[in-house]
């Protein structure tokens, strides 16, 4: 089993930067086993795919929204992920959730999600 704790959530003014992390702990099985992907979720809409990253860190597919301002990354001996996100506007306000697959897509079905931290923007 995966367990996947998120932080770094919070509220910030427009144009502004938050850096989330997600700590994962994956039993008997590598940190560095699983691809790692960042989904959001605004009220009343749909989660959507954000960014995901490969066990490497070398390969990572972004939402076309974020591309340019937001980052993905990993460190695998801390068993963590991140999540840099930078230029945030209220369309980026919703809660975001770390979620880990054996197979990296962006934005397919992932196996094992996070309960989520809630980024807020405003002007």
């Known amino acids: 089993q995966v367990q996947l704790v998120e932080s770094g959530g919070g509220s910030v003014q427009t144009g502004g930067s938050l850096r989330l992390s997600c700590v994962a702990s994956?039993?008997?099985?590598?940190?560095?086993?699983?691809?790692m992907a960042w989904f959001r979720q605004a009220p009343g809409t749909d989660r959507e795919f954000v960014a995901s990253i490969d066990w490497s860190g070398g390969l990572a597919y972004y939402e076309d929204s974020v591309k340019g301002r937001f980052t993905i990354s990993r460190d695998n001996n801390e068993n963590t992920v991140y999540l840099q996100m930078r230029g945030l506007t209220s369309e980026d306000t919703a809660v975001y959730y770390c979620a880990a697959d054996k197979i990296l897509t962006n934005g397919g079905v992932y196996d094992y999600w996070g309960q989520g931290t809630q980024v807020t923007v405003s002007s």
């Open positions: 994956t039993g008997s099985t590598r940190f560095s086993s699983y691809a």
